[in-house]
Every structure is written in C-alpha cells, then in structure tokens.
C-alpha cells in the first residue's frame, strides 16, 4: 500500500521527488524518504517519519542536488514506524538505494542468508534484503542484478533501483501497480499515475516480470531479453483534479463533486444500458446468479448492486467480502462483478484466483480501467469518478454504485429478464440521482453542524437500515468510524432488539436511514424508550431531511436511498473535525490496499 517515486530529470529531482510523493501519500503515511545520485558517485538520502511536509522542510534546510533519484512513502506492515525503518534502503556499500511497494514473504529466510554471508541488514523491514540481493549480483549490471534477486523473492512487489555510480534506475513489478512515464523534462515511474501527471501525457503500465531500465535511453526486458515496451495509453487527468483548490481538504470537495459525478457517470453508461446494448457489447454468456466482490466501500457499492437485481429482477446474489474468499464455492453460471476503486486491491485480485479456476466471467467495476483488475477482467466498467485523493472514499462509492446499477438494468434486458420500456423507465429514474445528491449535500451542510456538536462526544454509534436501504447504512458506519475513530455498528433495523439495543443508553446517537415504514418507527420507538438520541435521515420533519420527498425530487424505491450516503459523509467528516481528526489521512489507513 505504499506509495513509490522514481525519476531523472533535467533539472533538480528532489522537488519532483517530493511534490510526487504528497499525491501518493494517500497510499499510506507512516514515513517517507528519498536518495538522489551525486555526481561523485554516492547518495543522499533524507528520511522522516513524519509526512511530506517535514521532508520538504528538511531538504530546504539540508538540500540535495541531483537528477536522479527515489521516493517513497510508507504503510507499515512490517517493523515499526522508526526513520530507520523508512525507505529508502542501501546496500552495505552504500551505492544502491531501493524502495518498494508490495510484501516479501521469504523476507525472514533471505535475510538470514543475507547475515551468514556478511551483510549488514539494518531495519526490521522485508524491504531491505531486496537491495542486498541486488547487490550481491551487481556485476552482471543492474536491470541483470534486479532479475536475479526477483527470481529469489515470493510475495509481491513494485521497486525502484537507484545505483548512484551509475546514475541508472531500474524498476519492476509483480502484483503491484508500477507506470512508467516520459515528458518534456525527464522520465518518471509511480505507483499511480496522479502522482505525475501534471508533467507527462502518455504513460505505459508494467505488466508482471517487465523491468525499465531508465538512462541515456529507456530499455525494457522481460524473462532475460530485450522486449517491447507495454501499450502506451493516454492520461486524461488534469492538474485541477489533484488540487483542494479553496476547500479545507480533498473530502470536502469530493463530497461536493458527487452530483458532476453522477451526471458524468449516467452519460456514459444510461443509454446503453437502457436498450441492454451495453450487455450484448460487452460478450458476457447469460447468467443465472451474481456474486458481488469487494471490501470495505467496494463491497458496500456492491451490496447495493445486488440489492438492484434482487429486487427488479429476481436475480439471486451472493456478497463475498474478498479477504475472506477461500471457502467461497463459485456456483455454476455465476456473473461476478468486483468492485475495487484502484482495480489494485490485493484481497480482490487473490480471490479472483478462485474465480478464475471456475471460469466464472468477471466483470470490474472500478475507477481505473488499466489497473491489475482491469486487466484480468472479462469487461470493464470505469467509474469515471477521477483522481480521488481523500482516503475515506465518497465519490467513488456513489460513481460504483451508479455504475454497478446501469450494468444491472443492461445485464436484466440484454437477457430478457426486464422488458427495454423497464430499462428506460429505470435509467430515467437515475436521471434524478444528481439532484437528489446535490440536495441531500445542500441539505446536510446546513443540518449537521448542530448535530455533530450535540453527538461528537458520544463514545459510538449505532447505524439502522431496511432492505437495501441497509448497505447504504452500512457505509455511513464505516465513514464514522474511518474518519472519527469511533466505534459504529450498522445493523437492520429489526435486528435491534435481538441484541443492539443492549449498546443504547441515553445518549447514544442512532443514525437511521427512514423508509417512512411502519417497522422503522417501531424500531425508532424503542430506541427513543431508552432514551436514545435517534437522528433519523428522511423526509420532511426527520432530523436530517435528506431524502427526495424533503426537495419535492421523486425518490427512487427500486435503488433505495443512495442520497442518504452524502448525508452520512457529511455527518462522519463534521463529527471527526470537532475531534480533531486528520479527514484526508485517517490513522493507520491507506487507500489502496495493495497488500493481504
């Protein structure tokens, strides 16, 4: 889940070192680094457990001259959160700086061997015995020296060589996301293709086992041998997306972004969902069940899919949370969508191994169509939410949501399960989300301040949802607790008196998305009885009149209440402002989970 940076410029690296990592620093924050070649031959290396900011302040006060150089930010897995920890690594002479992105699992043995044979290995990182291995083949030349100590790992990695004699870098991946970059001003690798996108137009992705050899020219090798270079694919992503721009942070703007989004979305996959077009292009074999997969707000996304095709269709579902895939039987015609923000999810990509022994086809549902998923996928569905920088995710739920959805109505025409006047009647209906989401934001901004402030105290609570309108519960919990370290339990409403309501006493905020239904006021009334502060999302007269029947917009029952989400988002991101809480970096949380 780390976050890795490598260029050579024509110019002074360490500002497009550092300026790189603070877009990559949603992949974890726990340190950061860079080692920048000197023209005599060694390195430079800085190191901080602190964030970018402290690293930009140290190399003011320290500077480092060079064009050639690595970067890196750190999500803890293995050792402590200790500057000696950070990356980057150097070999025992101290001519090889390496930072990487990914788990070695052989770590422990290698650096056993490592020690037997004389080498220094000063952190508790598995990182580190990669750059030994490197060094102990150096004289066959680096992209050589990088192959042979990869052919000695197991686990996953993308990694970046620096060998500061020579001034070459040298990169390659398997299982973890690695592009490869060339503009007006030098050549760049990164784990995403945000973090320098503001100085290149094209970029190429590594595919596993490629290795980059970036010096005079740019060589790639695969299996020993001189190789093309992978497809070179546009980047589309503008320099305004990746600035907060007058906002407090990148969560606040993402909120607000949520109704273009929706638009955005609707454009491009309405119409040929309506007429099931969508379905008959993408050459999916029919289907007599769907398995959403995913984790965390992926896996919300898809439960709110599936809760689309069960209720307009009939169509059985199974939600598989992906970490816990290894006991999940694929039944025979099953449609798996998976769902994954990055398309790098490790957790989803492993279970997809299973899918894949079954021959299920898969469909990704994801934000970046050329990811690892989007490879491996049998059709792919982009988002179109762009760059989102705020680690607790918002518009890439609601673009998954959106997305998931259009291709169900394809999926029930295109096979006739739906009449094509249903499929129009259903996308005309989204239509309204970007109004209902606009007037939910609208709506929540001037409501929750005063709720935040009566609840922001409270050591937890509780989430109520009904049928569908359940995930969208499901998520607000998961907002609370990744953004105000809170404990937040979500559960269907009924469920409350088969054990929750234990957890109410007076006080406890109960969050309630309101379907107006006679079993939600029950279950509102017992909450009230012990005394519970219920703040329930509805129509008018609810303590946050959110919903489309407050705004006189026509809400959608067959999808539920997606807008009660932005309401949520505001609520989690209000409640974690007056604790003090960092939005965009919530502790000990990256965005994209790239390791199991």
Not at 126 to 155: K, N, P, R, Y
Not at 287 to 294: M, N, S
Not at 474 to 493: F, P, R, V
Request: aromatic share 4%.
């Amino acid at each position: 889940m780390c976050g890795i940076v490598a260029g050579r410029t024509s110019g002074a690296v360490t500002g497009t070192l550092t300026e790189a990592l603070a877009r990559l620093e949603y992949r974890g924050y726990d340190s950061v680094g860079v080692a920048v070649a000197q023209a005599d031959g060694t390195l430079q290396v800085r190191r901080t457990t602190a964030r970018v900011e402290a690293l930009v302040d140290r190399l003011a006060a320290d500077p480092v001259a060079g064009t050639t150089g690595v970067g890196h930010t750190r999500w803890a897995t293995h050792g402590a959160v200790t500057e000696g920890n950070a990356h980057p690594h150097a070999d025992c002479s101290g001519r090889l700086a390496l930072v990487h992105n990914g788990i070695i699992t052989n770590a422990d043995a290698l650096r056993a061997g490592l020690r037997e044979r004389g080498h220094v290995v000063a952190s508790d990182v598995d990182s580190e015995v990669v750059v030994h291995l490197v060094e102990e083949a150096l004289g066959t030349g680096l992209a050589a020296a990088v192959e042979a100590a990869v052919e000695q790992l197991t686990g996953t990695w993308a990694l970046a060589v620096l060998d500061a004699l020579t001034g070459e870098l040298v990169a390659t991946s398997h299982g973890s996301p690695l592009v490869v970059a060339e503009g007006p001003e030098g050549v760049y690798l990164a784990s995403d293709v945000a973090a320098v996108a503001a100085w290149i137009d094209d970029f190429r992705v590594l595919e596993d086992g490629h290795v980059v050899t970036v010096g005079e020219t740019t060589t790639w090798r695969h299996g020993g041998h001189v190789a093309e270079p992978p497809l070179l694919r546009r980047c589309t992503i503008s320099v305004a997306e990746l600035s907060r721009e007058l906002y407090a942070d990148f969560m606040s703007k993402e909120i607000d972004e949520q109704p273009l989004v929706a638009t955005r979305v609707l454009e491009s996959w309405g119409a040929p969902a309506q007429d099931g077009s969508l379905w008959h292009a993408s050459g999916l074999p029919d289907f007599a069940r769907v398995a959403v997969l995913g984790c965390g707000t992926s896996l919300n996304a898809g439960r709110a899919v599936a809760g689309v095709l069960g209720r307009v269709a009939g169509v059985p579902t199974q939600a598989v949370v992906a970490s816990e895939a290894d006991d999940w039987v694929v039944e025979p015609d099953t449609l798996v969508l998976a769902f994954s923000q990055s398309g790098e999810t490790a957790d989803v990509l492993r279970a997809l191994d299973r899918v894949e022994h079954r021959g299920a086809p898969v469909v990704a549902v994801t934000n970046s169509a050329w990811s690892a998923l989007g490879r491996r996928a049998d059709f792919v569905m982009s988002c179109h939410a762009g760059p989102e920088i705020g680690v607790a995710a918002t518009k890439t739920y609601t673009a998954q949501v959106l997305t998931g959805t259009c291709l169900a109505i394809a999926a029930c025409v295109g096979t006739g399960r739906l009449a094509r006047s249903t499929g129009r009647a259903m996308v005309a209906d989204l239509g309204r989300v970007p109004d209902l989401v606009a007037q939910s934001i609208g709506v929540a901004m001037q409501a929750v301040p005063t709720i935040a402030a009566a609840t922001s105290e409270a050591s937890g609570f509780l989430f109520l949802g009904r049928g569908i309108a359940r995930s969208y519960a499901d998520e607000g919990a998961l907002k609370l607790k990744e953004l105000s370290y809170l404990w937040a339990e979500s559960h269907a409403s009924g469920e409350l008196k088969h054990g929750p309501l234990a957890l109410v006493e007076p006080g406890t905020p109960v969050v309630a998305v309101d379907d107006g239904s006679s079993r939600m006021q029950a279950s509102l009334a017992e909450v009230r009885a012990r005394g519970g502060d219920v703040i329930d999302i509805g129509g008018p007269g609810s303590a946050l009149p959110a919903l489309g029947t407050s705004g006189g917009i026509p809400g959608i029952d067959w999808c539920g209440p997606l807008e009660s989400v932005m309401a949520m988002q505001v609520l989690a991101r209000q409640v974690a402002v007056l604790r003090g809480r960092d939005i965009d970096k919530p502790r000990n949380l990256a965005k994209s989970v790239t390791v199991e």
